[in-house]
Every structure is written in C-alpha cells, then in structure tokens.
C-alpha cells in the first residue's frame, strides 16, 4: 500500500510540472487552478486521463475543450474535463 501511494504521488509530482509548462498562459492558468484544486485528490485513472489531456491534446484543442466552445471527442470526455470545465466557468 505504502508504495501505491508513493507512485500515486510521484506521478503528481511529475504532473504539476508538465501541467505548469503547457506553452499558453491561458492553459497554465486553468491547468494551474485545477491542479491546486484537484490533483492531490485524484485517483490513479484521473490522473491518467489528466496525462492525456496535458501530454496528448494540442493547446488549441484543450483551451476550447476547457471552456465548452467546442465538444471535445468522447475519449477526452470525461469527468476530469469536466472539473476543468467547472474551474473555467468560475
């Protein structure tokens, strides 16, 4: 158990940085609020979808998915988009 929660934090670790280094201040600002909200609570397949949203979908995409002007696709439709999406519209 003691490991998994080693993992699980060091994966967070890794995450607040990627997630702060995005290349648009508009993205670091929501990833950067959702982080602070969010991430040391997140389980092990949130912080997989929050990877893939951070590492695999281009800023563009993201800053329209984040603030509902555009659907994002089903795989990245999911509750953790939804969080960001709560913070944006805050």
Do not use: C
Request: charged share 30%; glycine share 4%; aromatic share 8%.
């Amino acid at each position: 158990m003691t490991d998994n929660i080693s993992e699980l934090e060091m994966r967070r670790k890794k995450l607040l940085f990627r997630g702060g280094h995005r290349g648009t201040k508009e993205n670091d600002i929501l990833i950067g609020r959702f982080m602070d909200e969010h991430l040391a609570t997140l389980t092990a397949e949130q912080l997989d979808t929050f990877e893939a949203l951070i590492v695999d979908v281009p800023d563009a995409d993201f800053f329209k998915w984040a603030t509902r002007k555009e659907a994002a696709p089903a795989e990245y439709d999911t509750d953790v988009l939804h969080m960001i999406q709560d913070l944006s519209n805050a």
